[in-house]
Each structure stands twice: as structure tokens, then as C-alpha cells.
Antibody
């Protein structure tokens, strides 16, 4: 059974940093790209960042480019999102999602999400 | 970058059929697979359709997906509507370096 468990959310001051983690199990982790998707309160889904299965290529939305970094540790079956320079508009539930293949595409499994609140 | 446009909301009665559209702003709808996700209130999204028209195991065949190159759009059709289908539905596609979501459609079953 595929499981994705996010952690690391919480209250952060504007300008601060936070690292999210997503522990994966139930599939061959390094064979699949992984993605972070966020959802601001009362809003729709927004793609944030993606990383290929090997970790050699990463992609970021323009809204987070230069501030967020996606990475993965295939030896630990864990996906990360390092968030720096956080802004109020980054407040959202952050979901990790398993891609259908090794590179950018669609998703078949989602985690339960972790809430990041950026506020003073 | 392209955009995916969905109707903000749709409503239909139980037992009826509803179709939700998703129009791609630029580039061919057929050039990259379209997926559909369901999100019930307070829950994470789940995958309903992948690769235009494929259903993951466990998704009822009441849900179907298609694309129409003439209108450059994708569609999610739900037949035999049930009250439990009331949820937000999102289409999603991608290009070489971006993944794009539609704005979401709120389905009301009344």
C-alpha cells in the first residue's frame, strides 16, 4: 500500500524558513518523480515543485523560484521542500504527491498534507 | 506557460449525468496527458482519471474522461450522480517543466 506522510508544518514568521518532509512507502521510491502541491485556505490547488526519480532534475513554479528548493534522499525514501524567505501568501496546506512516472506528469497518490502558516 | 480553465461550479440532481470541462489556453490538449482529481471537503485530493481516460483501480466506472482536440479541452463525465460525489474537481496537465492545475469546479448534487 502506497503511503505518503508529510511533516514539518507549523507557524513561521515572515522571512523565516521551514523544511517539509514527506516519508514514502509502498513503492520503489527512486523510480518515480515526486511533487509538492499547495492549497491556500479556501483556494484551489497550486503546483509548487517537482523532482525526477533520480533527483537529477528539479522544477519550481515561478511563485517560489529562488526561495524554495525541492530535494530527495532515495536511501531514506524521503522527499523534502526547503522553504526560505517565507511570505504570508505561502500560507497553505502542502501536499506531497507521487507522480505516475519518472519525470513531470500526473499524480496517482497524495499525502494528507501539512499546514504552513506564515504570520507574525 | 498555459492555463487550464474550468467552470467555477456545476449542479445536477442525483441519478443524472454531469460533464465538467477543462480548456487549455495554448498548446494542444492532446500533447500532454490530462488528469482529474476529486477533493471532498476537509480531505486530500484523490486521483479519478489519469492519462486522459484511465481510471485507477477502485474508481467506479461512473467516472470517465475524454479529450476533444477541436475545442482543445478535456472533460470529466460523472454518470448516475450520488450525493457523495459532491466535491471539488480539478483537471491537471503539464509541459516540459511545469505542472498546471485548473481552478477547480465545485459540484453540487441536489
Amino acid at each position: 500500500e502506497v503511503q505518503l506522510l508529510e511533516s514539518g508544518g507549523g507557524l513561521v514568521q515572515p522571512g523565516g524558513s521551514r523544511r517539509l518532509s514527506c516519508a514514502a512507502s509502498g513503492f520503489t521510491f527512486d523510480s518515480y518523480a515526486m511533487t509538492w502541491v499547495r492549497q491556500a485556505p479556501g483556494k484551489g490547488l497550486e503546483w509548487v515543485s517537482a523532482i525526477t526519480g533520480s533527483g537529477t532534475r528539479t522544477y519550481h513554479a515561478d511563485s517560489v523560484k529562488g526561495r524554495f528548493t525541492i530535494s530527495r534522499d532515495n536511501s531514506k525514501n524521503t522527499l523534502y521542500l526547503q522553504m526560505n524567505g517565507l511570505r504570508a501568501e505561502d500560507t497553505a496546506v502542502y501536499y506531497c504527491a507521487k507522480d505516475l512516472a519518472g519525470d513531470v506528469g500526473g499524480f496517482d497518490y497524495w499525502g494528507q498534507g501539512t499546514l504552513v502558516t506564515v504570520s507574525s | 506557460n498555459f492555463m487550464l480553465t474550468q467552470p467555477h461550479s456545476v449542479s445536477e440532481s442525483p441519478g443524472r449525468t454531469v460533464t465538467i470541462s477543462c480548456t487549455r489556453s495554448s498548446g494542444s490538449i492532446a500533447s500532454n496527458y490530462v488528469q482529474w482529481y476529486q477533493q471532498r471537503p476537509g480531505s486530500s485530493p484523490t486521483t479519478l482519471i489519469y492519462e486522459h481516460n484511465q481510471r485507477p483501480s477502485g474508481v467506479p466506472d461512473r467516472f470517465s474522461g475524454s479529450i476533444d482536440s477541436s475545442s482543445n479541452s478535456a472533460s470529466l463525465t460523472i454518470s448516475g450522480l450520488k450525493t457523495e460525489d459532491e466535491a471539488d474537481y480539478y483537471c491537471q496537465s503539464y509541459d516540459r517543466s511545469n505542472q498546471v492545475f485548473g481552478g477547480g469546479t465545485k459540484l453540487t448534487v441536489l
